[in-house]
């Protein structure tokens, strides 16, 4: 890590319009310096510092080596607007081919912003949405932003490529411009939005049959990945791209792997595996790519792609394509014993989770467990800490199905969890992305360790805790289901399979965060305080709560919030679409003892289009307190439970 000595600040009483340092004419240079507080663009090119156009075209310029929106230390947050503003402007480079080149260009709205038919521009090696180590996230809302009629510009090779971690979108763009291109970036948690967004980020842009769109650079079409296979020393990849030339055109076709998918399902790409160039026509559109692979880099075990036009430019990311790289460890048996090894003679939960650990690869753990069930696993003592990623998949098992229905959960559940003989019974998780799936989890009846610990990223998805897979029995739950001290996080998703149901958390708080530095958790589309149905009230203690004062990325989004004393403790810094004190209808006031509570937003929330019913705790919907500053509340509905009709004012 490197420190800056010269620091360049802005200030509130400043122009929105006025630039800090900013360059016309040609062959100049800013280097080295830490820079923040210009609306409009700290760094410029193209224009005046007073945003006036410069009085002949400027070229040639270089920005390298520089702290844009972090102060001195490469740690604290300066940014605010736009950090680098290049409009108009020719042939200029930010960033280099060197290490000592790279900017870091964090807590921006837009990191870069180049616009204005400008052209030749290369950024290169510069580090989006970090601290100066890569060790904190300090978001950018956008990291790259390529707006109107752009033509011919480089983010990024193969061999100087660009780090994008934790914005609300790596590149986009706006709906003109043609031969830009993102070959060999990095690209690691951007999100809302995507780490690459065509034409006016509209979302994923499905391909067209022989490409015959138009917009940003042709609205090139994607790869679709066909199979990987990986040999122990390579990735072997086939797939097709739609394209609509008669004759061979040279297209660059390079692979990322990525050890989670982006919520749309098309990208990231954490690393960058290769690229290879292939010529296709519309009558040969089928690739075949091979590209050194000796792992599963760090879990990762999804891959994705990018397609490069050689005229027309790069394409978004590609849907995001899972392969195995070995076979699945399978559980055949309830008892605790470990005896070593896994095999089908005998293989328990504990035998699996151990030889995993042993194994570099990343790991499925799937059951085929004799009989009808549902079968009950009652461990003994916790489970060995897990140091490998893996996934526990118990819809595996005969008989389970992921549940299908829009707003309650009608999964079918095989594997019982049952901790009712060690109050340390559960799961301690660093290896990053592990996920588990389709675990009833029962009988937390003592005070103890969380059911999962998670000191780094972990997936819940489509799971019942404090429910039996009757669906109606509900049992004693005083422990918290997951204490989070890691990154990236996800409780749920936008995909209906994967609902959680947590339900009966008495005394403890059901996800706890307590990680100052946890970022990029999303807790999206379960059930709180509600039996599967989505009515029966089954009460939590509190549902969620962090001690996380910073901002980073926490989104909680269209989950259902029945019966809680309380229900989100200074929590999230986004949190939309959900309904409080409600069945999962969002009309129904829950059956049986709810008494659902308040929410205690953290400060800096923002609360959009959410629906909260207050008929306990006098009545309390959201409680701002004392210290609570900048909450947004916006397009929300309070009313009073007896009345759903009547909003509060």
């Known amino acids: 890590m490197r420190f800056l000595l010269v620091r360049v600040q802005g200030g509130a009483g400043l122009p929105g319009t006025t630039r800090g340092l900013a360059l016309c004419g040609t062959n100049s240079t800013i280097r080295g310096l830490s820079i923040g507080g210009f609306q409009a663009g700290s760094l410029a090119g193209g224009t005046r510092v007073d945003g006036t156009d410069c009085p002949s075209p400027a070229s040639g310029h270089t920005f390298a080596g520089n702290f844009i929106g972090l102060a001195v230390d490469g740690n604290t947050d300066i940014g605010s607007g736009i950090g680098v503003n290049l409009l108009s402007l020719a042939n200029s480079v930010v960033g280099g081919n060197t290490l000592a080149d790279r900017n870091v260009i964090s807590g921006w709205s837009s990191g870069i912003n180049i616009s204005n038919s400008s052209t030749g521009i290369q950024v290169l090696n510069n580090m989006f949405g970090t601290n100066a180590a890569d060790t904190l996230s300090v978001p950018n809302i956008g990291g790259v932003s390529l707006g109107a009629a752009v033509t011919n510009n480089t983010i990024g090779t193969a061999t100087a490529p660009n780090l994008f971690a934790s914005n609300g979108r790596g590149i986009s763009t706006g709906t003109t411009g043609n031969n830009n291109h993102w070959t060999g970036n990095l690209f690691r948690v951007n999100t809302p939005g995507m780490a690459v967004d065509l034409h006016g980020n509209s979302g994923v842009n499905l391909n067209d049959t022989n490409d015959n769109d138009s917009g940003f650079n042709g609205l090139q079409n994607f790869p679709v990945i066909t199979n990987a296979t990986a040999t122990g020393t390579d990735l072997i990849v086939t797939g097709t791209l739609d394209v609509g030339n008669a004759s061979d055109l040279a297209y660059e076709l390079s692979i990322h792997a990525t050890d989670r998918c982006d919520e749309t399902g098309h990208g990231e790409g954490e690393i960058f595996l ?296 200074a929590f999230g810094t986004l949190v939309e679409s959900n309904r409080f004190g409600l069945a999962s209808d969002g009309q129904t006031i829950p059956t049986g003892v709810c008494n659902a509570g308040r929410i205690q937003p953290r400060s800096n929330a923002r609360f959009v289009t959410n629906r909260i019913a207050a008929p306990g705790n006098g009545g309390k919907g959201i409680e701002l307190g004392t210290n609570t500053v900048g909450v947004v509340l916006d397009r929300n509905t309070i009313f009073d439970a007896h009345d759903r009709n009547r909003p509060r004012q």
Not at 347 to 364: F, M, W
């Open 274 to 569: 290769g690229v290879e160039t292939r010529n296709l026509r519309t009558t040969s559109e089928a690739f075949t790519l091979t590209v050194p692979y000796t792992g599963p880099n760090g879990g990762r075990r999804a891959i994705t792609m990018l397609a490069r036009h050689p005229t027309n430019g790069s394409s978004e990311f590609s849907q995001c394509f899972l392969f195995e790289s070995g076979s699945p460890l399978v559980v055949n048996s309830t008892n605790d014993i470990a005896d070593g090894i896994c095999n089908a003679a005998h293989c328990s939960l504990r035998d699996a989770l151990l030889q995993a650990n042993g194994q570099p690869e990343r790991d499925e753990i799937t059951f085929a467990i004799p009989g009808d069930g549902p079968h009950r696993i009652t461990p003994l003592s916790a489970y060995p800490a897990i140091i490998e990623t893996v996934t526990v998949d118990a819809y595996s098992q005969s008989g389970a199905a992921v549940n299908t229905h829009p707003t309650e959960s009608n999964a079918t559940l095989r594997i019982i969890l049952d901790l009712s003989l060690s109050s340390q019974a559960g799961f301690t998780v660093a290896g990053a992305g592990s996920r588990f799936r389709g675990l009833s989890v029962v009988n937390a009846d003592a005070v103890g360790s969380s059911v999962f610990t998670a000191n780094t990223g972990i997936d819940l998805h489509g799971n019942w805790f404090g429910v039996e897979p009757d669906g109606t029995t509900a049992t004693p739950m005083l422990r918290s289901a997951l204490t989070i001290a890691g990154s990236p996080t996800s409780v749920g998703s936008n995909d209906i399979a994967d609902r959680n149901v947590f339900a009966g958390f008495t005394s403890s708080t059901v996800i706890s965060v307590g990680d100052l530095n946890t970022t990029n958790l999303l807790i999206e589309g379960n059930l709180f305080g509600l039996l599967p149905d989505g009515v029966t009230a089954a009460r939590n203690n509190t549902s969620a709560s962090t001690l996380a004062g910073n901002n980073n990325p926490m989104i909680v989004r269209n989950n259902t919030f029945g019966c809680s004393g309380l229900h989100l403790n």
